[in-house]
């Protein structure tokens, strides 16, 4: 198996360290994982793609490059360029330093990456490794991810719906639960929720030259999601999965809203 891996937290970052074990594990002793990830941090910037400008890429070592832009940007590079010659069998994006559940997955460049992949008519999953307490303590953070996330993608690849016939394909998230590899107690299929009153807001500072700056803060990652939602699935100490698709539509309203305006 051809893989291509790629995350939001920069070439460096001890995920992308992580993903790449479970990558190799996937791909086994004949198969290939290729690197193609951001030159620099890129947490948050969704499924960005750098529309307006060039995308700077240098190769690193043999089949790893950093590229100066999105997650995006990087699976794109990726399928368009240093892999033209024959097209991956997956794309892993991860492991994200931090969850992607609920109301975060909608701001992710790991989950953008997946996405971005998936549109590309590549199978898909991105990966997230949620911390806190339980993580804290541990010499390696991304346990859990390390020892769980090869089981997870080769169960996803085996078993899961990929939807190859629908006009929109089907991407994975996977988060890994903010404790001990060994406290997991399963996996869980959940769907996106949303934390209870948590956003992202703005905090102002005056630099020392008197000029005024806004940092983006995020809420608090423990309210409650509703059950059954990957958040509590996570909370739970499950790994949760939750399928996904590049739609955007909210059908539920869509035949009200259809009547709405032809009454208009």
Do not use: K
């Amino acid at each position: 198996m051809r893989i291509l891996i790629t995350n939001d937290d920069g070439i460096n970052a001890p995920g992308l360290s992580a993903l790449a074990e479970i990558a190799a594990s996937v791909a086994g002793p004949t198969g290939e994982v290729w690197t193609v990830a951001p030159a620099f941090e890129q947490s948050g910037v969704g499924h960005c793609i750098s529309y307006a400008h060039p995308t700077l890429i240098a190769q690193l070592g043999p089949r790893r490059w950093a590229a100066e832009g999105s997650p995006a940007d990087c699976v794109l590079a990726g399928l368009g360029d240093i892999m033209l010659d024959r097209r991956p069998d997956l794309v892993l994006s991860g492991v994200n330093r931090g969850n992607n559940a609920g109301e975060n997955a909608m701001y992710s460049g790991t989950v953008g990456g997946a996405m971005e992949g998936a549109l590309q008519g590549v199978r898909s999953i991105a990966l997230s490794q949620y911390l806190g307490p339980g993580t804290a303590r541990l010499d390696d953070p991304f346990e859990c991810a390390r020892r769980h996330g090869a089981r997870v993608v080769r169960a996803l690849l085996d078993h899961a719906d990929w939807g190859e016939s629908d006009e929109y394909p089907l991407f994975y998230n996977v988060n890994f639960p903010p404790c001990s590899a060994s406290e997991v107690q399963g996996i869980r299929a959940a769907p996106q929720g949303r934390r209870a009153d948590v956003r992202f807001g703005v905090q102002a500072q005056v630099a020392p030259n008197g000029r005024r700056f806004l940092w983006i803060a995020g809420g608090g990652q423990t309210a409650s999601a509703g059950p059954g939602s990957d958040v509590e699935a996570l909370l739970a100490n499950h790994v949760a999965v939750t399928p996904m698709r590049p739609d955007l539509t909210c059908n539920a309203t869509t035949d009200r809203l259809a009547r709405v305006l032809g009454e208009v």
